[in-house]
Nanobody, 119 residues
Framework: QVQLVESGGGLVEAGASLRLSCAAS????????MGWFRQAPGKAREFVAD????????RYADSVKGRFMISRETSKNAVYLQMNSLKPEDTAVYYC????????????WGQGTQVTVST
C-alpha cells in the first residue's frame, strides 16, 4: 500500500503560479508511475499530468501543456506539479495519484488539495 499526501494548494489570482507537492509513504520500495488529476465543481475528474518512475517520460493534458510541469524526487518519494500562468478554469481539487508499473489504472489517490484561481 502507498499513502499519498498533497500540499501547496491555495487561492491565487489569474496569472500567478503555485507548486503542489505530494509525499508518498508506505510501500515505496516498489516503483510507481505518479501523477495528478483534478476535479472542478460539477465536473468529472480529469487527468492533468503524470511521470514515469525514472522521470524520463511525462505526459500532460492539452489544457495544461506549456503551463504546468511535473517532476519527482525519487529519493524523497515525492512528486511535484509546478503550475504557471494559472487561469480561473484551473480551479479544482488536485489529487496526487500513483500506480504500479504493471497496471494502467491509478489505484492510489491522495485526499486532494484545493486550488482556487480568481479573476
Amino acid at each position: 500500500q502507498v499513502q499519498l499526501v498533497e500540499s501547496g494548494g491555495g487561492l491565487v489570482e489569474a496569472g500567478a503560479s503555485l507548486r503542489l507537492s505530494c509525499a508518498a509513504s508506505g510501500r515505496t520500495s516498489t516503483t510507481y508511475y505518479m501523477g495528478w488529476f483534478r476535479q472542478a465543481p460539477g465536473k468529472a475528474r480529469e487527468f492533468v499530468a503524470d511521470i514515469s518512475e525514472s522521470s524520463v517520460y511525462t505526459r500532460y493534458a492539452d489544457s495544461v501543456k506549456g503551463r504546468f510541469m511535473i517532476s519527482r524526487e525519487t529519493s524523497k518519494n515525492a512528486v511535484y506539479l509546478q503550475m504557471n500562468s494559472l487561469k480561473p478554469e484551473d480551479t479544482a481539487v488536485y489529487y496526487c495519484v500513483a500506480r504500479r508499473l504493471s497496471t494502467t489504472t491509478y489505484g492510489y489517490w491522495g485526499q486532494g488539495t484545493q486550488v482556487t484561481v480568481s479573476t
